[in-house]
């Protein structure tokens, strides 16, 4: 089955302590992209990435980090996370980098940072 | 660069239509709709590509002003399964970056 999967899907944790959100697509998608959701805000782009090596930066990058070594793959690493970083994540993957596809969503990550 | 949505809320009952617009300040490539249920992630609904294309599926369709930078997302007859917030996306280079409206949510009732 053609999917987007992250992990965990919920995860609490306290102020500086560092911790990766994986996500990993079956599909053999080029793009890749980080986004979170809050209340009123809609889906705000963290990171994306247009093939394997290269990542560039969304609209809110802060805080953030990520890495793209396998095609599958695109971890979300938060290396001090803070409370300001509580939200709901979601990862998605596109067929291709040079035009405009439909994207698929994984399930989401609830984080709330204490 | 995030588009305008409007309206930010709609309550229709069975068989009622709807219009949920998107409106960008930036050139854009192509508009993606997405509906996304509470609880769960975004679905794709469909993509509109520059050029002014009207597209659609069932009871579902829209359109994109290219000149304007708008799109409409048209539900007809609408059932209760359409229930959820609609999002629209703006890609302005076709390399696949959106930039999200901040939603409408549909609320279908009986």
């Known amino acids: 089955e053609a999917q987007v999967t992250q992990n965990p899907r919920y995860l609490i944790t306290v102020t500086g302590k560092k911790l990766t959100v994986t996500c990993s697509q079956n599909?053999?998608?080029?793009?890749m992209s980080w986004y979170r959701q809050d209340p009123g805000l809609g889906l705000r782009q963290i990171y994306y990435?247009?093939?394997?090596?290269?990542?560039d930066k969304g609209d809110v990058p802060e805080g953030y980090k990520v890495s793209r070594k396998e095609k599958r793959n695109f971890p979300l690493i938060l290396e001090s996370p803070s409370p300001n970083q509580t939200s709901l994540y979601f990862c998605a993957s596109s067929l291709s980098r040079t035009d405009s596809y439909e994207q698929y969503f994984g399930p989401g990550t609830r984080l709330t940072v204490t | 660069q995030q588009p305008v949505q409007s309206p930010q809320a709609v309550i229709l009952r069975e068989g009622e239509d709807a219009v949920i617009n998107c409106s960008s300040s930036k050139a854009l490539y192509s508009v993606h709709w997405y509906r996304q249920k509470h609880g769960e992630a975004p679905v794709f609904l469909m993509i509109l590509l520059k050029g002014g294309e009207q597209k659609g599926h069932d009871k579902i369709s829209a359109s994109f002003n290219e000149k304007k930078q708008q799109s409409s997302l048209y539900l007809t007859a609408s059932q209760l399964s359409y229930s959820g917030t609609y999002f629209c996306g703006t890609d302005q280079t076709g390399a696949n970056n959106l930039f999200f409206g901040t939603g409408t949510r549909l609320t279908v009732i009986p």
């Open positions: 599909m053999n998608h080029e793009y």
């Open positions: 990435s247009m093939n394997v090596e290269v990542t």
